[in-house]
């Protein structure tokens, strides 16, 4: 069975130019779950089209999920069971009226945290790790590590999932 890399987009539609949508569209094997939506963020619709996606296939998957998406992704788990292998969680916003789970994910987790998020601080991000139960890779200071900031191809996010994908250390 092949790794299947899902795409678990956040709040808006991302930029074309997007380091997920360079990678739908450099890469095979990488798909979005669900197709990105626009604004608002609703988690309902969100983590039932994730579940679709991922029952349409036994075979395991590795959630790849920016900003709001990460939300999804922990939504999702405290739900539901499923082919997922790991996630790599970027950038979660901080959202704190917001009752999202804070339980440990029970697949292998990996959140990348920027030091000059604008939606999280680097401390409000290790906050979500350890409630998630995930790994933390600094990423330095990369803003929401969003097209705006400069990331179109992102290389260490692709070396991040490749070792996800194949049980390996960061």
């Given at each position: 069975m092949s790794v299947?890399?899902?795409?678990?987009?956040?709040?808006?539609?991302a930029h074309p130019e997007h380091w997920s949508w360079e990678w739908v569209r450099r890469r095979s094997g990488y798909a979005w779950a669900p197709e990105p939506p626009g604004p608002?963020?609703?988690?309902?619709?969100r983590v039932a089209a994730l579940q679709?996606?991922?029952?349409?296939?036994p075979d395991p998957a590795v959630l790849i999920a920016h900003s709001a998406g990460c939300l999804t992704v922990a939504y999702w788990a405290e739900r539901h069971t499923g082919p997922v292998q790991a996630a790599l969680l970027?950038?979660?916003?901080?959202?704190?009226?917001?009752?999202?789970?804070?339980?440990p994910l029970p697949?292998?987790?990996?959140?990348?945290?920027?030091?000059?998020?604008?939606?999280?601080?680097?401390?409000?991000?290790?906050?979500?790790?350890?409630?998630?139960?995930?790994?933390?890779?600094?990423?330095?200071?990369?803003?929401h590590l969003d097209s705006k900031t400069g990331f179109g191809p992102w290389p260490r996010g692709e070396r991040l999932v490749e070792a996800l994908c194949g049980g390996e250390p960061l």
């Open positions: 299947r890399r899902l795409l678990v987009p956040g709040r808006g539609v608002p963020y609703e988690p309902e619709p679709a996606v991922l029952a349409a296939s970027v950038t979660p916003p901080f959202v704190g009226d917001m009752a999202v789970p804070r339980r697949f292998r987790t990996v959140v990348v945290a920027s030091r000059t998020d604008p939606h999280a601080t680097f401390e409000q991000a290790e906050e979500w790790a350890r409630a998630w139960g995930a790994e933390v890779v600094d990423a330095g200071p990369v803003g």
